[in-house]
Every structure is written in C-alpha cells, then in structure tokens.
C-alpha cells in the first residue's frame, strides 16, 4: 500500500530523517515509535507533503508521491492528524468537518454530506456540538473532531501524530478503539506516531523503532513487545542483567 524507500529530510541544513525504509500493507496499523526529538514526526510531515524529502522515494500503491505538495498528497489518499489536533478554533464542529473535504466539497456536495454523517456515527459525541465553536470542545473531543476532520476526504492512510497527547487515560482507550473501527470498518490504514509506546503497541500490526533520524528497529507487535532494547528504553522496564 505504501513504501518509503531511502527517504531523507533536511530542515534548513540540519539532516533530520536518514534514508528511511518501511512499509505498510493493506489492512495494517503501523506504529513508530521513539524518543521526543527522534524525528516521528519530522517523517509524518514528508509522508504528508508538507515537507520535502531530499532523497528517496514515497509510493502509495506503486505511484511515486513524493514532492507531491500538500494539497495532492490528500487527493492521492494520505490525510495528516497533525500532533496538537490544530483544529480550527474560531469554526464551528461542522465546519471544521467539512474542511477536511475542502478539495473535493463543491464538486461532490452529497458525498460531503454522506461522509459528514459516517463520521458523526463514528464519534457521536461530536453530533450535540455541530453549531458550536471548536475551540469550545474538550481535548478529548477536539482530538476527534482533528480524526473525524482527517478522515472527511476518505484517505487510504491517515496518519496519526501523537493523539493521547494530553488526554485522560480513558479518552487515550476510546481513541485506541477508534483506530480498530477505522481500519476495520472503513478499511483505512493508519499510520500511528506515539510516545506512550505501550498505547502504540496495544493497537498495531506491525511497529517501527526510530531514533536520531533511523529506523533502528522493526517487527510484529509481539516482536517489539518482547524486544530487550524496547524494553528497556521505552517501556520503562529493565531487561535482565542491566
């Protein structure tokens, strides 16, 4: 479904991703997972077009995507949920909703209309604040309204950085059951960016190690579940013998 092959990023002259390598398959929950500052996100951002890689291939269903800019990256089947939900605050729920169908919304106003419900069927706590302001909701509802909004302009992937980003540990588990629904049920793949790696870990298929900018690590959820290294870094347990 979609292959990253010898991606690189530079943000100004700093070197921030080296040649990057992964994959996604179809009907998969992929997470990466890493220490702040080790460039999860940085990745996401050049999945999305929002940044350039500068060396490397992106292809989505063996289409090269990559230089593509923002805008064409959605219309090709990748949706962003940028760390910080960045909703639109100062717009009401529905109009946050309907932006993420921006590009396509004049031409296809039924289909806007249609997906609109599918998503509020899908988070229906979002269906009583329709009328009210974005920036009125919980962090927990914004954090629904940005995957509700992600999810408007029906992606083959949608990439997730960072959504238990401070929110309670109950909102984190309906967040996580959510993921499960969309792949499942919409047959949308996600690609997951967490630091709460056992959050990560509970959900996916498969799971990526990255650190200073490099894939140092990959395998199966049970894999890196078990993984020493994984362990011990990242799940706050000390393997034995250290």
């Known amino acids: 479904m979609l292959k990253v092959d010898g991606?690189?990023?530079?943000?100004?002259k700093i070197k921030i991703l080296h040649e990057i390598n992964f994959e996604v398959e179809k009907g998969q929950i992929v997470s990466i997972i890493g220490?702040?500052?080790?460039?999860?996100?940085?990745?996401?951002?050049?999945?999305?077009?929002?940044?350039?890689?500068?060396?490397g291939t992106i292809t989505l269903e063996n289409k090269v995507i990559s230089g593509y800019p923002a805008n064409k990256v959605v219309e090709k089947g990748l949706s962003l949920v940028p760390e910080g939900r960045q909703i639109f605050t100062n717009l009401t729920v529905k109009e946050n909703l309907?932006?993420?169908?921006?590009?396509?919304?004049?031409?296809?106003n039924k289909l806007a209309e249609e997906n609109?419900?599918?998503?509020?069927?899908?988070?229906?706590?979002?269906?009583?604040?329709?009328?009210?302001?974005?920036?009125?909701?919980?962090?927990?509802?914004?954090?629904?309204?940005?995957?509700?909004?992600?999810?408007?302009?029906?992606?083959k992937i949608?990439?997730?950085?960072?959504?238990?980003?401070?929110?309670?540990?109950?909102?984190?588990?309906?967040?996580?059951?959510?993921?499960?629904?969309?792949?499942?049920?919409?047959?949308?793949?996600?690609?997951?960016?967490?630091?709460?790696?056992?959050?990560?870990?509970k959900v996916c298929d498969h799971a990526y190690v990255i650190d200073q900018g490099r894939m140092i690590i990959n395998?199966?959820?049970?894999?890196?579940?078990?993984?020493?290294?994984?362990i011990s870094a990242y799940l706050g347990i000390k393997s034995a013998g250290t």
């Not at 500052?37 to 940085?42: E, L, P, V």
């Not at 309907?98 to 296809?108: A, D, I, N, V």
């Open 158 to 201: 949608i990439l997730l950085d960072e959504p238990s980003m401070g929110l309670a540990p109950k909102i984190v588990n309906e967040i996580l059951g959510t993921l499960m629904i969309i792949k499942e049920d919409l047959g949308t793949m996600v690609i997951l960016v967490e630091q709460n790696v056992k959050a990560a870990l």
């Open 116 to 155: 609109l419900t599918k998503i509020l069927d899908m988070f229906p706590g979002l269906k009583k604040h329709l009328k009210n302001l974005g920036g009125n909701l919980s962090g927990g509802e914004q954090q629904m309204l940005a995957i509700g909004r992600g999810l408007m302009s029906n992606p």
């Open 219 to 230: 395998g199966t959820r049970d894999e890196i579940s078990s993984n020493p290294q994984v």
């Open 35 to 55: 220490a702040n500052g080790a460039g999860k996100s940085t990745l996401l951002n050049t999945l999305a077009g929002l940044y350039r890689p500068t060396s």
């Open 7 to 12: 991606v690189s990023t530079h943000i100004g």
């Open 98 to 108: 309907l932006l993420g169908m921006f590009s396509k919304y004049y031409k296809e």
